[in-house]
């Protein structure tokens, strides 16, 4: 039997990283070749790179040895870093950050839209570059992520973890002992139950077989208000160990206002589609925007970072500039949140969502803020959205658009440029296919306004809003 050939991986020794690519990767040039580095690094480091895969027009690399640091470096809080995929920035200081984002909206509109520019608008930071979020969801396991230190040894202590998924595995969980993503107390919740857990003997989630294992997920939510929400996934537990982990947590974190928990023994971690039980308090907490409250359940969407979420739908109405006569579509409006602040601005606004859940909490807000000028409408946007809906429903003066990463769909741009309303606010968390979007729309609109938010610090995410004014001719 001949001996299996290893090729030995290409090492490019001392490279410089020149800027930050697509998906927090970076790049640099080696003879006009491009390479695009994964790993701790930022532009203007220098850096031994590992090539993974060379394909025709580029190379992909790992960043093994960093010779010099960058100027936009800073030193990552987090013990995690670098293993936990959430904050891949935290090495990159946040002002550095800001511009980097702020060029990469630049260079999405400029380089896919093709259209006529005005001058941006700064982009709007976030006054908390930590403990902003007001969600997190975290995994338990009882196969741990292991470090490179612990690999090979004999005693590996408890196998245990309540953490995250590492990067491309489903099946490993890092622990997570301090995540600075959320404030006070969701690190003492969650560690709380972990410890609890062991010490009383209840089984952590087989991710692999997913056939065993008690306790599965926990979601923490926060709210302004002070309120905070615990969901406690349960899979083959029984009735004593539910018992005994939603007592502890109704006995030990008494700013709980609504504990929940809910069985779930299907392959995947949703459960939208089954019973979430309330152990305790109410089953909702609310968050308040100015004058208006939202009722935020186990099951509801809502953006979370909630103060920078506030600055952006400001500046949404803003930008609307709306004088109370108008009627203006909302679509994509997920549950309503836009569409509710901007109601006692307009005389009518219509939301569209193709999520039936997210439209009833939508319909629920608008009940609970005494909202009547406000309806909203569930389906499949590119069918709902026709000659029929405007003509029932009345031809808008303004629209507001907040699609998913994929865009809008075509034929929602189609009607849009058919129905022509007076100004368009497109917000988008993805500016590559916001920039598409405009290509289509510069058919009849002029952008008259840019402007970037940054609602997720120490990662590579950015949100952007655009206005756009028909054309006239």
């Not at 308090?281 to 925007?289: A, L, V």
């Not at 009833?360 to 807000?365: I, T, W």
Request: contains cysteine; proline residues 4%.
């Amino acid at each position: 039997m001949n001996a299996r050939k290893y090729k030995i991986p290409q090492v490019l020794e001392q490279i410089s990283i020149l800027d930050f690519a697509a998906e927090a990767k970076c790049i640099a040039k080696v003879n006009d070749e491009v390479i695009f580095v994964q790993g701790t690094v930022a532009p203007g480091d220098i850096a031994d790179l590992r090539i993974l895969k060379s394909k025709k027009k580029f190379k992909q690399a790992q960043a093994i040895n960093i010779q010099a640091l960058s100027p936009f470096r800073t030193e990552a809080p987090c013990d995690h870093f670098g293993v936990c995929g959430g904050c891949k920035w935290q090495h990159v200081s946040y002002e550095a950050q800001l511009a980097f984002k702020q060029r990469q909206v630049k260079d999405n509109l400029e380089r896919i839209a093709k259209v006529k520019l005005p001058e941006f608008q700064p982009i709007l930071g976030s006054d908390e570059a930590y403990y902003y979020r007001n969600k997190l969801e975290f995994t338990f396991s009882s196969a741990r992520w292991l470090t490179n230190e612990e690999i090979g040894k004999e005693d590996l202590g408890s196998m245990n973890a309540l953490g995250f998924h590492v990067p491309g595995r489903f099946d490993k969980i890092l622990p997570v002992d301090h995540c600075y993503l959320q404030p006070d107390p969701s690190n003492a919740i969650r560690n709380g139950v972990r410890d609890f857990a062991e010490a009383n003997g209840i089984s952590f989630y087989e991710l692999k077989n997913q056939k065993e294992g008690a306790l599965r997920n926990l979601i923490i939510r926060n709210a302004s208000s002070g309120e905070w929400m615990v969901v406690v996934q349960f899979a083959y537990a029984t009735e004593e160990e539910i018992s005994l982990v939603m007592n502890y947590l109704q006995s030990n974190f008494p700013m709980i206002s609504s504990l929940n928990y809910v069985v779930n023994q299907k392959g995947n971690d949703t459960f939208h589609d089954l019973e979430v039980i309330c152990f305790h308090g109410k089953p909702f907490i609310e968050e308040q925007m100015e004058d208006l409250r939202f009722q935020i359940g186990p099951k509801s969407f809502f953006q979370t970072n909630a103060k920078q979420a506030l600055r952006l739908y400001q500046l949404v109405r803003e930008y609307a500039d709306l004088q109370g006569d108008e009627l203006v579509y909302d679509l994509y409006t997920g549950t309503g949140t836009i569409a509710l602040f901007l109601a006692k601005y307009a005389a009518k606004v219509v939301g569209l969502e193709y999520v039936e859940m997210a439209v009833e909490d939508a319909k629920m807000n608008a009940i609970h803020n005494n909202i009547d000028t406000a309806s909203f409408f569930a389906g499949d946007m590119k069918k709902l959205l026709t000659e029929e809906f405007i003509a029932l429903h009345g031809k808008p003066q303004v629209v507001i658009t907040d699609p998913p990463r994929a865009g809008m769909d075509e034929d929602v741009v189609r009607q849009i440029l058919q129905v022509r309303p007076e100004k368009i606010v497109y917000v988008s968390c993805n500016p590559a296919t916001q920039a598409r979007d405009l290509a289509w729309l510069d058919e009849a609109y002029v952008v008259d306004v840019v402007h970037p938010v940054d609602m997720f610090p120490q990662t590579h995410h950015v949100e952007n809003i655009v206005r756009l004014r028909l054309r006239k001719n």
